[in-house]
């Protein structure tokens, strides 16, 4: 069977890795998935979206991975730096743009 | 440019007093969202409203919460008779309409300590 990253509550790296953070959905009808930063004190920063349509989608230094048939999603951080520690919390969306559910966040510590 | 803004920043309450959470969504915006953070949780979904209309409060807790946005744009979030429990960082979000590929643009919450 295909393996699935296992979820860590924490992830530490050295500045330049690159970082890889998991998340699995729980509901096979979401159709939409954001993967949120969220630094002390601050609200959830929008970081990446992705369609059920997809399995890919790349932006600026992040990737999002999607495979629907395990449920399971990952972030990609290229060349980590400091200012990338922070909460990451994966957000799928039931249908219809209603409310996000929101998976167990991972804390990135990022040393230099 | 002008985000989600949320007032106030912090709130100490009594056990038993009531409070009012205010959220100023990004111009424009349609839909509105509530949602609830404990501590080291991922936040947690209370109610939205699409306009004026609310159109889903199955998150809120008890009949003690009580949003409103009466004239679709600027929304608060009551909570009567307050109880420790309660105690929590509470986020607003707004999307520019109701629908998939409309992602959820945050506030920086009220943190809600009841003493």
């Known amino acids: 069977g295909e393996s699935v990253g296992l979820h860590l509550p924490t992830l530490s790296v050295q500045e330049g890795d690159n970082s890889i953070i998991n998340c699995a959905y729980s509901?096979?009808?979401?159709?939409?998935f954001i993967w949120y930063k969220q630094e002390s004190g601050k609200g959830p920063q929008f970081i990446i979206d992705i369609r059920s349509n997809m399995d890919k989608r790349q932006g600026q230094r992040v990737t999002v991975l999607l495979n629907k048939t395990v449920k399971h999603l990952s972030l990609q951080i290229a060349a980590t730096q400091p200012g990338d520690s922070a909460v990451y919390f994966c957000a799928e969306d039931p249908g219809a743009g209603t409310a996000l559910i929101f998976g167990k966040g991972t804390t990135l510590s990022v040393s230099s | 440019g002008a985000g989600v803004s949320q007032s106030p920043r912090y709130k100490v309450a009594k056990r038993g007093q009531d409070v009012a959470l205010r959220c100023d969504p990004i111009?424009?915006?349609?839909?509105l969202f509530w949602y609830q953070q404990a501590l080291g949780q991922g936040p947690e979904f209370l109610t939205y409203?699409?306009?004026?209309?609310?159109?889903?409060k199955s998150g809120l807790p008890s009949d003690r919460f009580f949003a409103e946005r009466p004239e679709g744009s600027v929304s608060t979030l009551k909570i009567q008779r307050t109880q420790q429990e309660d105690s929590a960082v509470y986020l607003c979000?707004?999307?520019?309409?109701?629908?998939?590929?409309?992602?959820?643009?945050f506030g920086d919450g009220t943190r809600l300590s009841i003493l």
């Open positions: 409203f699409q306009n004026e209309a609310q159109l889903d």
């Open positions: 509901n096979s009808a979401s159709d939409y």
């Open positions: 979000a707004s999307s520019l309409k109701l629908g998939a590929d409309q992602p959820q643009h």
């Open positions: 111009s424009g915006h349609v839909s």
